[in-house]
T-cell receptor, first 109, second 115 residues
Framework: DAKTTQPNSMESNEEEPVHLPCNHS???????IHWYRQLPSQGPEYVIH???SNVNNRMASLAIAEDRKSSTLILHRATLRDAAVYYC??????????FGQGTRLTINP | EPEVTQTPSHQVTQMGQEVILRCVPI?????FYWYRQILGQKVEFLVS????????KSEIFDDQFSVERPDGSNFTLKIRSTKLEDSAMYFC?????????????FGQGTRLTVV
């Protein structure tokens, strides 16, 4: 399974943008970059995914580097409800998602 | 919005007892998964299931574990003889398809406590 590297923790302020980085230098051509998050005491929740181009949805934006070796999840205006562990995961033909330790995001009011 | 439903939300069982954790995946999904998360640790893959058979399993998923899709809606995880170390949150997930472009939807989990 291709590996990703994320900071253990990050902190931001409410209503400010948050940029969560992820490095995946061994990504293969068929790997999609997925982001999930896990709010306290809940199951993982899908956030966004992409292959090569930047992606936007109602929850977040995903910026993918041109060489695809890194990506950034962008929360445009963080709220207290966005405090969670965020996981960057590479998914190709393998059926399973492999979770790492993720980034624990703290939002200050 | 469709969701994955898990029951019960919390189960307490005695060591050595059998437990069955139940999941109702999203109705048009074809791939089903079980994951577990021991308190304070990362989410770990247990097993994936497609077309009424196991498609992949981890080292954790030994002979004490089994999965079944007994009817068109339920997906169950059975632990035959529970151990203290089986205490964890168990998450069920489902996907429409297995390809990398497909997202997985997770249930809220069952907290299993073995005493």
């Amino acid at each position: 399974d291709a590996k990703t590297t994320q900071p253990n923790s990050m902190e931001s302020n409410e209503e400010e943008p948050v940029h969560l980085p992820c490095n995946h230098s061994t990504i293969s051509g068929t790997d999609y970059i997925h982001w999930y998050r896990q709010l306290p005491s809940q199951g993982p929740e899908y956030v966004i995914h992409g292959l090569t181009s930047n992606v936007n949805n109602r929850m977040a934006s995903l910026a993918i580097a041109e060489d695809r070796k890194s990506s950034t999840l962008i929360l445009h205006r963080a709220t207290l409800r966005d405090a969670a562990v965020y996981y960057c995961i590479l998914r190709s033909r393998a059926q399973k998602l492999v979770f790492g330790q993720g980034t624990r995001l703290t939002i200050n009011p | 919005e469709p969701e994955v439903t898990q029951t019960p939300s919390h189960q307490v069982t005695q060591m050595g007892q059998e437990v069955i954790l139940r999941c109702v995946p999203i109705s048009n999904h074809l791939y089903f998964y079980w994951y577990r998360q021991i308190l304070g640790q990362k989410v770990e893959f247990l097993v994936s299931f497609y077309n009424n058979e196991i498609s992949e399993k981890s080292e954790i998923f030994d002979d004490q574990f089994s999965v079944e899709r007994p009817d068109g809606s339920n997906f169950t995880l059975k632990i035959r003889s529970t151990k203290l170390e089986d205490s964890a949150m168990y998450f069920c997930a489902s996907s429409v398809w297995f390809r990398g472009s497909t997202e997985a939807f997770f249930g809220q989990g069952t907290r299993l406590t073995v005493v």
